[in-house]
């Protein structure tokens, strides 16, 4: 089974007598199979209305389990944003029901902001509607080169974020794909 990454490394060997060829392919994938997953969720994100700064509020809040809540600075610490730039996204999360903002309980100055269960289900349908596209992707694996190739890119993940190493020591430098996208 060919691709057109197949393509691409053959053409771009022939000229770059000094390019990795499996180095080139997996870099390559990667990026194809990064847009794709990037392009699925915005149409999805469409699909069901939410901008991706909206639905992040909600990720945030549903991921802290009940009573999925949290003040506005928690919230915009979670996201990296300013208080005006999560007090912007939270207006029409509001005006659509997905979230209430109310006074906390304990004391009438602070204001929590909560997933509504309006918030809730819109959560739950955008996250189902993006397991699907991911698994539909993903069928075309076994259940064992699924494992593997998560073994794997954990193993890349974990060399990048483990800090100071030989895979961050190495400089980066822009391959044919990397370049064609800059």
């Known amino acids: 089974m060919r691709d057109s990454v197949d393509q691409h490394v053959a053409l771009w060997s022939k000229e770059l007598h000094w390019m990795d060829p499996v180095k080139e392919a997996i870099f390559a994938r990667l990026a194809i199979l990064a847009r794709h997953a990037a392009q699925a969720r915005r149409d999805t994100l469409d699909s069901d209305g939410l901008q991706h700064g909206q639905f992040k509020i909600l990720l945030m809040l549903r991921r802290l389990g009940p009573p999925y809540a949290a003040s506005p600075s928690q919230l915009a610490d979670m996201l990296g944003l300013t208080r005006g730039a999560l007090s912007v996204r939270l207006g029409p999360l509001e005006e659509a029901g ?23 289900d819109a959560f739950e349908q955008h996250a189902s509607s993006e397991e699907q596209g991911e698994g539909a992707l993903l ?44």
């Open 98 to 120: 997905l979230i209430s903002r109310t006074n906390a309980p304990a004391d009438r100055r602070r204001v929590r902001v909560e997933l509504t269960p309006a918030g809730y």
């Open 139 to 182: 069928s075309v694996l076994t259940p064992e080169e699924k494992q593997t190739l998560a073994d794997l890119l954990r193993k890349l993940v974990s060399a990048v974020e483990s800090g100071p190493d030989e895979a961050r020591a190495v400089p980066v430098t822009l391959s044919p794909t990397t370049r064609a996208q800059a």
